[in-house]
């Protein structure tokens, strides 16, 4: 897809697009979503958190092993996904 349909097809008019976006382009799993939020940021910069952030967040959570996690001013909700899949499921 050219840079013009892309625009053409998922445009910026609020913060929601991202997730309309996401919903006709991620499959139901976290690292789909995750690169779907990546794939938007690259369009629209202004949504770029960068994969450093990314790593070091995940570094933490594998270094805490937390069982539940409260994520507050997640904007988009990346780091929240983030955080989710390094959970352990319960049992």
């Known amino acids: 897809m050219s840079a013009s349909e ?3 097809q998922f445009p910026y008019r609020n913060a929601d697009d991202a997730y309309a976006f996401v919903e006709a ?3 139901r799993n976290p690292e789909s979503v995750l ?3 990546e794939i938007w940021g690259e369009k629209y ?3 770029q958190i960068g994969s450093t952030k990314g790593e070091l967040l995940d570094g933490v959570v ?3 092993q ?3 996690a ?4 997640s904007f988009h909700g990346k780091y929240a996904v983030r955080i989710a899949r390094l959970i352990p499921k319960s049992s």
Do not use: D, H, N
């Open 6 to 8: 892309f625009y053409q």
């Open 25 to 27: 382009t991620a499959e």
């Open 35 to 37: 690169e779907s939020l």
């Open 45 to 47: 910069p202004m949504f």
């Open 62 to 64: 594998r270094k805490t």
């Open 66 to 68: 937390p069982r539940v």
């Open 70 to 73: 409260v994520e507050i001013g």
